[in-house]
């Protein structure tokens, strides 16, 4: 699908009440994007993409990119800076590998949340096809579901799209109109397809490969009545059971509190509380926004590392 966004009639209003054309806005969402699309090559193989997933040096791209490049793909980010990097984790069934690069501080775009993507949803593709770096296009959401994995019974949830993808493009994002990555693109499930692993899919991923985060509570899903008359209903987790020598408890919270947040990720549900844990922790703490007696508060938690 053609996708027209030079159209100047369309405007937006920024929060200063200023216009700014649709056009504007998203070369605007491109040009911050690129900056963490990395290009990923192995010895005598040909260039992938990838993610910066994390400003800690985490990188993010297909199994298939990395397979056989015994462990240590090289990376070169936007600016041209060549880094070694090493294989910390890879699932073929997924299509996905974890990369580390010691750098730190490096430009990392926010997490979307995929499983909210609509049909129609316009989105962008990042990568280096046939070799051409920093190449993007757009296209919209045409389906979601799943396809086979590739081993026996095993499947994956993919989004599919119209986007344009060639090789060099596997393992770079997948990113809606706000900027934020709702998939990584791969060729692998689809064939001629233009497939991506959806980005709740790699959060799920890196909670159960990483280092899985204790946070010594037991929830349940709540919904909770708007704090002020003109805010919509809301949903968080229900503080229901306390390890009393736990991470939390020791921070303060207890049970009956309703956690809403973890590092500005919101939480609905055990699984999003695990998967904003995997994602949010920085520097040991967990950053937790809260309602107690119907007030909302914030704490940070020195959690730690589950045996």
């Given at each position: 699908?053609?996708?027209?966004?030079?159209?100047?009639?369309a405007?937006?209003?920024?929060?200063?009440?200023?216009?700014?054309?649709?056009?504007?806005?998203?070369v605007?969402?491109?040009?911050?994007?690129?900056?963490?699309?990395?290009?990923?090559?192995?010895?005598?193989?040909?260039?992938?993409?990838?993610?910066?997933?994390?400003?800690?040096?985490?990188?993010?791209?297909n199994?298939?990119?990395?397979?056989?490049?015994?462990?240590?793909?090289?990376?070169?980010?936007?600016?041209?800076t060549?880094?070694?990097?090493?294989?910390?984790?890879?699932?073929s069934?997924?299509?996905?590998?974890?990369?580390?690069?010691?750098?730190?501080?490096?430009?990392?775009?926010?997490?979307?949340?995929?499983?909210k993507?609509?049909?129609?949803?316009?989105?962008?593709?990042?990568?280096?096809?046939?070799?051409?770096?920093d190449?993007?296009?757009?296209?919209?959401?045409?389906?979601?579901?799943?396809?086979g994995?590739g081993r026996?019974?095993?499947?994956?949830d993919?989004?599919r799209?119209?986007?344009?993808?060639a090789p060099?493009?596997?393992?770079?994002?997948?990113?809606n109109?706000?900027?934020?990555?709702?998939?990584?693109?791969?060729?692998?499930?689809?064939?001629?397809?233009?497939?991506?692993?959806?980005?709740?899919?790699?959060?799920?991923?890196?909670?159960?490969?990483?280092?899985?985060?204790?946070?010594?509570?037991?929830?349940?899903?709540?919904?909770?009545?708007?704090?002020?008359?003109?805010?919509?209903?809301?949903?968080?987790?229900?503080v229901i059971?306390l390890?009393?020598?736990?991470?939390?408890?020791?921070?303060?919270?207890?049970?009956?509190?309703?956690?809403?947040?973890?590092?500005?990720?919101?939480?609905?549900?055990?699984?999003?509380?695990?998967?904003?844990?995997?994602?949010?922790?920085?520097?040991?703490?967990?950053?937790l926004a809260?309602?107690?007696?119907?007030k909302?508060?914030?704490?940070?938690?020195?959690?730690?590392?589950?045996?």
């Amino acid at each position: 699908m053609a996708v027209d966004i030079k159209s100047e009639d369309a405007r937006l209003t920024s929060p200063e009440s200023k216009p700014v054309s649709v056009s504007d806005a998203i070369v605007a969402m491109v040009e911050k994007a690129r900056h963490s699309v990395v290009e990923v090559r192995g010895r005598g193989r040909g260039a992938g993409a990838g993610i910066i997933w994390g400003s800690d040096g985490k990188i993010i791209t297909n199994y298939h990119v990395v397979a056989g490049t015994g462990g240590k793909p090289q990376i070169q980010l936007y600016d041209g800076t060549r880094l070694e990097s090493k294989l910390v984790a890879e699932n073929s069934a997924l299509d996905l590998a974890l990369l580390q690069v010691e750098k730190a501080s490096l430009p990392a775009l926010p997490i979307g949340d995929s499983a909210k993507l609509r049909i129609g949803e316009l989105v962008f593709a990042f990568g280096h096809p046939w070799g051409h770096r920093d190449v993007v296009t757009a296209g919209i959401v045409s389906g979601l579901g799943r396809v086979g994995g590739g081993r026996g019974d095993r499947s994956a949830d993919y989004v599919r799209s119209d986007v344009r993808l060639a090789p060099g493009n596997s393992g770079g994002p997948l990113v809606n109109a706000r900027g934020e990555v709702v998939g990584v693109n791969s060729m692998i499930f689809g064939g001629d397809l233009s497939v991506a692993v959806p980005s709740h899919v790699v959060l799920e991923w890196l909670a159960s490969t990483g280092k899985r985060v204790y946070l010594g509570v037991g929830v349940r899903p709540v919904r909770i009545s708007p704090i002020q008359p003109d805010n919509n209903p809301t949903t968080g987790v229900l503080v229901i059971n306390l390890d009393p020598t736990g991470p939390a408890a020791r921070a303060g919270v207890r049970i009956g509190d309703i956690v809403l947040s973890v590092a500005k990720q919101p939480v609905v549900d055990t699984a999003t509380l695990k998967r904003a844990l995997a994602q949010g922790v920085a520097e040991g703490k967990a950053d937790l926004a809260l309602i107690r007696g119907g007030k909302p508060f914030r704490l940070d938690v020195a959690v730690t590392e589950a045996a």
